[in-house]
C-alpha cells in the first residue's frame, strides 16, 4: 500500500474565499453600513493576507472573523459615524403578482425587517455574539476566539442578547410599551 503524497499547503483564496460572506454580515452588523463593512473587509483581507504566515492552519473561518472584528472596532473607536438605518422602498420591492403571495411576501419582509431592526438597537457585545452564533453558526468556542472573550462570557451575552432581541422584537412589533 502506498502512502498518499502530502497534501499541498492550500492558498490564501482557497483558505479565505469561502468565508467572505461571513466575514462581510459580521462588518455590516458591527458597523451598520455597507459601505464600511465592505471597506473594512477589503482592508481585513489584506491584513489576512500579509499575515497568512501566522495562520495556524485548519479552518480560516474563525481567523478571518477576528480579522474583521479587530478592524471594525479599530475604525469604530477611530469616531466613524452612526449610520442611519436604510428606509425601504416599498416601489422597488413591492409585488404586482398574485396578492397571496404578495401578502406573503409581505409578511416575510416584515418580520425580516423587524428583526433587523431589533438586532440594530442591540448594544454591539449582544450584538456581535448573535450575528456569529445565529447568523453566521459559529461554535461557542470559535466566538470566544474571535471576540478575545472566556467561553463563559460568550454563553452570558448570548443568553442575554437573545432577550434583549426579543424584548425589542416585541416592542417594535408594538406588543409591549417601551418603559
Given at each position: ?81 452612526e ?10 420591492h ?86
Amino acid at each position: 500500500m502506498e502512502a498518499s503524497a502530502p497534501k499541498a499547503p492550500q492558498t490564501f483564496e482557497e483558505l479565505m474565499l469561502p468565508h467572505m460572506d461571513a466575514a462581510y454580515n459580521l462588518a455590516r452588523w458591527l458597523l451598520r453600513d455597507p459601505h464600511d463593512a465592505e471597506d473594512a473587509l477589503q482592508d481585513a483581507c489584506l491584513r489576512a493576507y500579509r499575515s497568512i504566515e501566522r495562520f495556524r492552519g485548519g479552518d480560516g473561518r474563525a481567523w478571518l472573523l477576528t480579522i474583521v472584528r479587530n478592524v471594525c472596532y479599530s475604525r469604530m473607536r477611530r469616531g466613524r459615524r452612526e449610520p442611519a438605518a436604510d428606509a425601504f422602498d416599498e416601489d422597488a420591492h413591492g409585488s404586482a403578482h398574485d396578492p397571496g403571495e404578495a401578502n406573503a411576501v409581505e409578511w416575510r419582509e416584515t418580520k425580516g425587517e423587524l428583526l433587523r431592526q431589533a438586532l440594530e438597537q442591540l448594544p454591539l457585545e449582544y450584538r456581535e455574539v448573535i450575528v456569529l452564533h445565529e447568523i453566521e453558526g459559529l461554535p461557542y468556542r470559535d466566538i470566544a476566539e474571535a471576540a478575545e472573550i472566556p467561553i463563559g462570557t460568550v454563553m452570558s451575552r448570548l443568553a442575554r442578547g437573545r432577550r434583549r432581541l426579543q424584548t425589542e422584537i416585541l416592542n417594535l412589533a408594538g406588543r409591549v410599551p417601551r418603559p
